[in-house]
């Protein structure tokens, strides 16, 4: 029997027997499983021990998370967050109505994304997206709580430790969009520019797919227009 393979997403086992290739559930010892309720209740992640907002993120799909921030901080960074914070809004309401520190606010959002961005914003530097498709749900976040001014040094770090040799066409539809919504016009180009001279006569069907997110005027008859 193969070694125990644990699957990082949904923390079960799966292995493989030899015999005949057949993939069967290792049941193991029930220590080692979490119960199946365990796996959609959101975990508590400490990014501000002081912290007197928890963020209870949860976008209906990806296990959820609760993260404890400095509102001030996330204030501070964002005005997206300085005005969920505010009287303006219901959230910024309860919180004020809350007699109790940390409050709690519920976000409808991608939990990876959003817990990197805070964790990033909280000086956590050795936080990193760990895929190119997460760098692409990071810079959606980062523009969609308008922090690409406080993370344009630490984006740029993000693309400056690339390698850009060897990437699948996808990975790069996933860079050129990043490179995009992160400001890093540098970047842009470089990864356009292997776009084109890649993949320029023989884009994939995906392309529209992977591209939908950018301004039509990037976009020339299924082509991207390189940076210049």
Known sequence: ????????????????????????????????????MNLFEARTETVCDFGDVILNVDDGFHPGVKIQVSSCILATASKVFRALFSNRFAEGKAMRAEHQSPSEILIEDTPKDLLLLCKLL?????????????????????????????????SWSFFNSISMDDLSEHELYDLVTAAYFLDQPEAFQKLTHQVVFAY?????????????????????????????
């Open 200 to 228: 320029g006569n023989t884009l994939s069907d995906t392309y529209d797919r992977y591209t939908e997110l950018l301004p039509s005027n990037l976009i020339c008859k299924s082509h991207l227009i390189v940076a210049t």
């Open 122 to 154: 909280h000086w956590q530097g050795d936080s990193r997206p760990s895929s190119h498709r997460q760098l692409r749900g990071f810079a959606l976040t980062v523009d969609k709580y308008d922090c690409v001014e406080a993370m344009r040094h630490v």
């Open 1 to 36: 029997m193969a070694d125990t393979n644990p699957l990082v997403a949904s923390e079960f086992y799966f292995e493989s027997t030899e015999s005949d290739g057949a993939s069967i559930w290792n049941a193991g010892n029930n220590d080692d499983i979490p119960s199946f």
